[in-house]
């Protein structure tokens, strides 16, 4: 089970990221998730650099996110990992409480692999968060050259 | 009878006693011409000396001369045994009987009547000398005594005499009649076609006069007719004075007409930032015809004559008279449409603004408003899960009521939103199956339809233009509602149908339900507005209202029939051509000032 590789939650409000959390753990996956409270934290994780400097090399299976966080928004996060090449592949689902045709739109024009509205009912919630983590992170077979690969810290992108 | 023998005019020796000089020239030349000698004199005296010491052939004199008269010396010729035969020609006037008596006294032998025409002259001159030689010397008539005018005279004038001087006498008189005849005839002639040129003349008068008071008439017309528009007209020549300014000018920039007239335009309403510009545009069409503003509306400042810039809407024509350009302008003040203009932009500009902070606003409700009501819902439920065993009857009561008021709480917030993004979401017309529409919306409500009796009646449904996801859920809501308010029906009756109207389609949704009562119909597409509680039918009170919303904006009408307990029909109609509903306006006016 040391292969599973994580699932990155980025998520800047607490009681949110507490029930994605249990409607992950609904299902009892195995995946690490690794949550952060905002956009640039989450492209912090990604590059390895700041508090993640020392993680370990490899990219999530998947990056949940939520839209509107402090600092750097979600739209903003995915924008930057679907420029970056070695990012790209990186499954990208944007989980949020906003169903405007605008944010929809600028998700996908940027490449979002999934755009998931989150249900008021928590049934409902529970359902479509746990399916999102068994498909992305069971289901899905990832690309091959970021399966199990390592990623270096590139010099160019440290601040 | 001896036939007399003139011999050639060389030989015949002609006095002329002739005072005049151009006279003696004229006759001297006319009688040397024809071979004659020719002797003068310039008064009877010398005559008669001249006759004694050689006797002429022939006297040709003139009567009226100073010291003796021609009369006189013909007298003294005559009365002279030895002169008597020299025949005397007297030239005159014959201006009245006495000058023929006086003749015929004198005992002259002719007569030449002045002017004379140089044949007639010759003729005579013939004439006397063949009756010299013919006369016979012994014959002689006894004198005959007769009164002219009141004197007496003695003619003793031979018979002979008194012919040739009668006949050239009488020949005068028919020629002079004759001449007096054509000239009375020429003259005729002339009155006649005076009189012609005459009529003709009044005729041109009279019809002069008449165009001149039509003109005028017209003028006067041109002028009340220009006067009692509402435009101001102004006309310009080609040197750029003003010619004509009606009431309407007056009123619009102060100057009155009398004042203005004759001035230069430039120097009056046109404001000096735009003087160059006229003169040279002008200058630019006199020379190549071309003229950018002309024959068309434009709008530009003007000058008052107080000084004051107003905005006018102005089109110029140039009109071409003999050979000049007349520039006519009809103009008027827009001061107030501009105001209003700048007003309306204004209130565009703020209802915009407001747009954007609804839009601001709603996704806030969208994002922020859910996410509170997520919590809330997601913690009861696992409150729920945690303290299961230890909650009686009451307890999951409380909790479950705490689910129901989040759930209807989200409906309602989707609803709302829904309702808003329907108001700002850019409609897109393509032409909809209405029937097909109508069949999917069915099957999407089966799930409320479960465990239901309901006939369907789908009548024959036309394509419309309009949007299609817009026009779908107009038909979940009036499809939805008609399944929702026959639930008490045993048997629910639901007939979808169409009526074509005068440039309008009409659908219909008919059903057989508990319907309501009319009198609270106005408020049936308010927002929040129900006629059933919550208890007896579930909602939100925002379902008509929506459908209502996007009706109008596809320019179409909604309105409903109904009575408690037999049921409800909602009726939409949607213009034929949708470009005409207010929404296409919109958009294209909205479009038009984009690209303007």
């Known amino acids: 089970m040391a292969n599973l590789k994580r699932i990155l939650l980025a998520e800047d409000n607490p009681k949110d990221v507490e029930l994605t959390l249990t409607a992950l753990d609904e299902h009892k996956l195995a995946n690490e998730v690794v949550v952060v409270h905002n956009g640039a934290e989450a492209l912090d994780y990604l590059y390895r650099r700041g508090k993640f400097s020392a993680r370990e090399v490899g990219n999530p299976a998947v990056v949940l996110l939520d839209i509107k966080m402090p600092k750097v928004d979600g739209l903003e996060v995915l924008r930057m990992v679907k420029a970056d090449p070695d990012l790209k592949s990186i499954p990208m689902v944007v989980l949020t409480s906003s169903r405007e045709e605008r944010d929809l739109a600028r998700s996908y024009s940027q490449g979002v692999n999934a755009y998931v509205v989150k249900p008021v009912e928590f049934q409902e919630f529970i359902k479509a968060v746990s399916s999102l983590g068994i498909f992305w992170a069971l289901v899905n077979e990832p690309p091959p050259r970021s399966a199990g690969k390592m990623k270096e810290p590139r010099s160019h992108s440290q601040p | ?596």
């Open chain 2, 1 to 596: 009878m001896n036939v007399p023998v003139i011999g050639r005019n060389q030989d015949i020796d002609v006095l002329i006693v002739e005072d005049s000089p151009t006279q003696i020239a004229h006759l001297s030349y006319l009688l040397e011409e024809e071979g004659y000698a020719v002797r003068t004199t310039t008064n009877g005296r010398q005559a008669l000396a001249a006759i004694r010491s050689r006797m002429p052939t022939i006297i040709i004199s003139d009567i009226m001369m100073p010291e003796m008269d021609g009369y006189t010396l013909c007298r003294a010729i005559k009365a002279d045994a030895t002169l008597k035969n020299v025949p005397v020609i007297l030239v005159t006037d014959l201006n009245s009987p006495q000058d023929v008596v006086m003749g015929l006294e004198c005992c002259a032998d002719n007569f030449i009547t002045k002017p004379y025409d140089p044949q007639f002259l010759l003729a005579r001159i013939t004439q006397s000398l063949l009756n010299k030689a013919l006369r016979s010397p012994h014959s002689r008539d006894a004198p005959v005594q007769i009164e002219l005018a009141g004197s007496r005279y003695t003619i003793s004038a031979e018979r002979h005499q008194i012919l040739d001087l009668l006949i050239p006498t009488y020949e005068e008189a028919v020629r002079l009649n004759q001449k007096l005849k054509e000239q009375q005839q020429e003259l005729a002639l002339e009155v006649q076609e005076r009189t012609a040129a005459n009529e003709r003349l009044v005729a041109e008068m009279a019809e002069r006069k008449r165009a001149e008071e039509a003109l005028r008439k017209s003028e006067e017309q041109t002028r009340t007719i220009l006067n009692l528009a509402n435009e101001a007209y102004i006309a310009m020549d080609s040197d750029g004075v003003i010619r004509d300014w009606n009431r309407a000018a007056e009123v619009t920039f102060g100057w009155p007409r009398e004042d203005i007239l004759g001035k230069p335009l430039v120097e009056s309403v046109i404001p000096p930032r735009y003087r160059e510009a006229h003169t040279r545009g002008v200058q630019h069409f006199l020379k190549t015809g071309e003229g950018p503003v002309l024959n068309k509306r434009i709008e530009i400042e003007a000058l008052h004559k107080d000084g004051h810039e107003l905005p006018v809407e102005l089109s110029i024509t140039p009109i071409r008279l003999a050979e000049r350009f007349i520039f006519c302008a009809f103009l008027h003040d827009i001061t107030e449409r501009k105001q209003a203009e700048r007003e309306l932009r204004t209130r565009t500009e703020q209802l915009e603004a407001a747009n954007k902070e609804l839009e601001a606003f709603s996704y806030s409700v969208s994002h922020d408003l859910r996410a509170p009501l997520r919590h809330i819902n997601g913690f009861a439920d696992l409150l729920q899960r945690h303290v299961t065993s230890m909650l009686d009857e009451k307890g999951r009561r409380y909790l479950g009521t705490i689910s129901d008021s989040v759930r209807q709480m989200g409906l309602l917030i989707d609803d709302l939103l829904t309702f808003s993004r329907m108001g700002r979401t850019q409609l897109h017309f393509t032409e909809v199956n209405l029937e097909e529409l109508v069949r999917q919306v069915m099957d999407d409500l089966k799930p409320e339809m479960e465990e239901r009796r309901i006939a369907w009646t789908v009548g024959a449904l036309p394509n419309v233009s309009g949007d299609r996801a817009m026009l779908r859920q107009v038909l979940v809501n009036l499809l939805g509602n008609a399944v929702k308010y026959t639930r008490p029906c045993k048997q629910a009756r639901i007939e979808i149908g169409c009526t074509d109207g005068s440039g309008e389609t009409v659908i219909f949704v008919r059903d057989n339900g508990v319907g309501f009562d009319m009198q609270y119909a106005h408020k049936l597409f308010g927002v929040f507005q129900r006629l059933h509680g919550a208890t007896e039918f579930e909602g939100t009170g925002i379902g008509l209202a929506l459908v209502q919303r996007i009706i109008h904006r596809h320019g179409g009408r909604i309105w409903a029939e109904s009575a408690v307990d037999k049921g409800a029909t909602f009726y939409c109609s949607l213009p034929a051509q949708v470009s005409g509903g207010e929404e296409a306006m919109a958009t294209h006016e909205l479009k038009r000032r984009k690209n303007g």
